[in-house]
């Protein structure tokens, strides 16, 4: 498996935007579909982002599409998301995923908290 560790999260006023990064180590983070995912309190996890292996599909959660922009290098193995205008329900923990395919993540990080104000 993959070990994942996030980083970027943090208070934001409403309308700002937040950098996540998810370095990864151990197998090769080339061969995998990475993906975000967030929960927030009460609430189920939900889909964020995934991006394929090369770059060449991404894929975006209905709340987050057009505001939010998953990339990665490969070269430092390491998955991004652009967060902007965001909004207080963007508030969760935010998870970064690795996985075969987008629909099956297997590897997952500890989190990373966002907190959105008005």
């Known amino acids: 498996q993959v070990q994942l560790v996030e980083s970027g999260g943090g208070l934001v006023q409403a309308g700002g935007s937040l950098r996540l990064s998810c370095a990864a180590s151990?197998?090769?983070?080339?061969?995998?579909?990475m993906g975000w995912f967030r929960q927030a309190p009460g609430k189920e996890r939900e889909f964020v982002a995934a991006?394929?292996?090369?770059?060449?599909?991404?894929s975006y959660g209905f709340s987050v599409k057009g505001r939010f922009t998953i990339s990665r290098d490969n070269a430092k193995n390491t998955v991004y998301l652009q967060m902007n205008s965001l909004k207080p329900e963007d508030t969760a923990v935010y998870y970064c995923?690795?996985?075969?395919?987008?629909?099956?993540?297997?590897?997952w990080g500890q989190g990373t908290q966002v907190t959105i104000s008005s």
């Open positions: 995923a690795a996985g075969t395919t987008f629909q099956l993540f297997a590897s």
């Open positions: 151990g197998r090769t983070f080339s061969n995998y579909v």
């Open positions: 991006i394929s292996s090369n770059s060449e599909i991404t």
